[in-house]
């Protein structure tokens, strides 16, 4: 619908003989014309609305001499570029009612009383205010639920005892030792519960049953010819084309969300999938996980072509959707790697991020001491306290950078950054047999973990000697030597022969 606003205190100064009215009255019939009442603006506000108002004046006029295509009023469209928003200038579908969206400029808000139809409402401020959220997709964490590895039978009991409720409990591959969920009493908080766990069983490891997310992203945007096998990320990191036929002996783990398997591009591939949430939660979104699979093996000829098209992959979707966005906690991630420790898969990619956690602290300890290689997303900077598991010890972590060597925004910065990758308008597959560009360290961390696995492949199976390929042959872009924004600097896949 088409909306022309005037304020009613300025109505008989613009005359129907004003530029204004006789752009207005070109608009087509039927047009609504709504005036602001007369009431006692603030300076400020008062003269941003006169400033835009000459704006639009001058605007509409325009539009009338030149065509529709000048027009500052225009018909709402649908969102339908997948950027989180929809047509008009700003993403906001047209014209846009708390301000003005022309190129450019930027004119200020429009008062809300100006608004057609608006009421004034008036809070009162013993009034309580909602907080209940439903969410009809997964139910939420029990407050201060709790990971606990090494209790025995008897620790469970006492605990149960004392008013706990043990949710699940099993043996953890990777931590040698039991892993249980545990629910504290109601009325008792998390460091209450955690002290009266480790009274019971001082030789355990206890936590809090953290939250992690996929790494942050950018939008997924639909892309435009396929790059195939000639992507920007291909010529960054040197990649050579006979990896198109090299079938490396190393399968590569994935922990992410589900994946697309009837996809065209990975249509062929060697996937084996798995999933270890549980069943009272939702299925996670299989974008991202379509997205970071389809960077290894998407296949040659589709749209979307992997780095290493002929690996084997083992997928595990430790995922389960919340609200509107994917979630892992400490209890399915400690299993994801499990599944990983128990398939001896000794290259695992972890595109997620989120708290420090005693729990998968030890279990991540405990593979890479074993002689795991864990490549793990850096996640955006969110201070020293997020950015786990690339923050452990022995995991090597992976920023993003764009197609120039610039560092993306969505990319954390530190000490611990070891590589990076290419990150920034990835051509990703997507579920439903799409294809989009995608952002984020989510996706420069399967490059780096195809590099690896290609650089242990020519170092016959020998993960230092990999190590040491991997770094002589980066691409430094800081300062010299590491530094905390590249790491090494980009990755570059190792000449690869016998393929």
């Not at 752009?23 to 609305?49: C, D, H, N, W």
Request: hydrophobic residues 40%.
């Amino acid at each position: 619908m088409r909306v022309v606003i005037v304020p009613e205190i300025i109505a008989p100064a613009i005359g129907k003989k004003s530029c204004f009215w006789q752009a207005a009255s070109r608009l087509q019939e039927g047009t609504p014309m709504y005036f602001m009442r007369p009431i006692a603006y603030p300076r400020k506000v008062l003269r941003r609305s006169l400033v835009a108002l000459a704006v639009v004046a001058g605007w509409q006029l325009a539009a009338s001499i030149s065509g529709p295509q000048l027009a500052l009023v225009t018909e709402a469209k649908a969102d339908d570029d997948d950027d989180g928003g929809g047509g008009g200038f700003r993403g906001g579908g047209g014209f846009r009612m708390k301000g003005f969206g022309i190129p450019g400029i930027r004119l200020g808000k429009i008062p809300r009383f100006i608004m057609p139809g608006y009421a004034p409402r008036y809070r009162s401020r013993s009034r309580p205010r909602s907080t209940a959220r439903a969410s009809a997709t997964a139910p939420r964490r029990a407050r201060g639920e709790l990971i606990v590895a090494g209790l025995s039978a008897d620790n469970i009991s006492e605990l149960q005892q004392n008013g706990f409720t043990v949710s699940a409990s099993r043996e953890s591959n990777s931590l040698g030792t039991s892993v249980s969920r545990i629910e504290p009493p109601a009325r008792l908080g998390t460091k209450s519960a955690l002290r009266r766990v480790l009274d019971v069983a001082p030789a355990a490891t206890a936590a809090r049953n953290d939250r992690f997310q996929r790494s942050a992203i950018g939008p997924y945007r639909p892309m435009g010819q396929s790059c195939g096998a000639g992507c920007e990320a291909f010529v960054l990191t040197g990649w050579q084309s006979n990896y198109l036929k090299c079938q490396l002996p190393h399968t590569i783990g994935v922990i992410d969300t589900g994946v697309d398997p009837a996809h065209p591009s990975l249509a062929g591939a060697n996937i084996e999938f798995a999933t270890v949430r549980r069943q009272d939660r939702g299925p996670s979104n299989p974008a991202h996980g379509t997205g970071v699979v389809s960077l290894l093996v998407g296949q040659p000829g589709s749209d979307i072509v992997g780095v290493v098209p002929r690996a084997r992959v083992v997928a595990v979707d430790a995922f389960h959707a919340s609200g509107s966005n994917d979630t892992t906690n400490a209890f399915d991630l400690v299993a994801a790697l499990d599944v990983m420790a128990e398939r001896k898969i000794r290259i695992v990619n972890l595109s997620l991020a989120g708290p420090e956690n005693s729990v998968l602290a030890a279990s991540v300890a405990q593979l890479v001491d074993r002689g795991t290689t864990l490549i793990a997303a850096a996640g955006p900077s969110a201070g020293q306290s997020r950015g786990y598991p690339a923050r452990y010890p022995g995991v090597i972590a992976v920023a993003a950078i764009d197609g120039e060597g610039r560092p993306s925004r969505l990319s954390a910065r530190g000490t611990h950054i070891s590589y990076a990758g290419p990150g920034v308008g990835m051509s990703v597959a997507s579920p439903g047999g799409k294809s989009r560009l995608a952002t984020g360290t989510s996706f420069a961390a399967p490059l780096v973990s195809a590099a690896f696995a290609s650089a242990k492949f020519g170092a016959g199976g020998d993960k230092a000697r990999a190590l040491a390929t991997i770094q002589s042959i980066a691409k430094d872009l800081g300062a010299p030597g590491r530094d905390p924004i590249f790491g090494w600097g980009l990755v570059q896949f190792p000449p690869i022969g016998g393929c």
